[in-house]
């Protein structure tokens, strides 16, 4: 059974950092490029950051450049996004998925809830 189960979400004040972790199962995770998604309240998916299955390439949206770092583990296979100087705009429902740009994916998880606010 494919599995993609994410945490670390959560409530964060504007500047702040989280952490967001995806783990992977049911699936050769080494053999996928992977990315992160997210849908704010009221509006639609948006892709977030793309990564490479050897991790040699990353991309990211404009708007999250600078302050987002998407890596793997192949070992563990397990998905990370590390995001600093949050804003109250990053806030939604942060997917992860495979694939590495766009919105649709083969695979994807059930979400963790990201809020930023004072």
């Known amino acids: 059974e494919v599995q993609l189960v994410e945490s670390g979400g959560g409530l964060v004040q504007p500047g702040g950092s989280l952490r967001l972790s995806c783990t992977c199962s049911?699936?050769?995770?080494?053999?996928?490029?992977m990315k992160w998604v997210r849908q704010a309240p009221g509006g639609g998916l948006e892709w977030v950051s793309g990564?490479?299955?050897?991790?040699?390439?990353?991309r990211y949206t404009d708007s999250v450049k600078g302050r987002f770092t998407i890596s793997r583990d192949n070992v563990n296979d397990t998905l990370y996004l590390q995001m600093d100087s949050l804003q109250t705009e990053d806030t939604g429902v942060y997917y992860c998925?495979?694939?590495?740009?766009?919105?649709?994916?083969?695979?994807r998880g059930q979400g963790t809830q990201v809020t930023v606010s004072s």
């Open positions: 049911g699936f050769l995770f080494d053999t996928y490029d």
């Open positions: 990564i490479r299955r050897d991790g040699t390439t990353t």
């Open positions: 998925g495979t694939g590495i740009d766009g919105t649709a994916s083969s695979y």
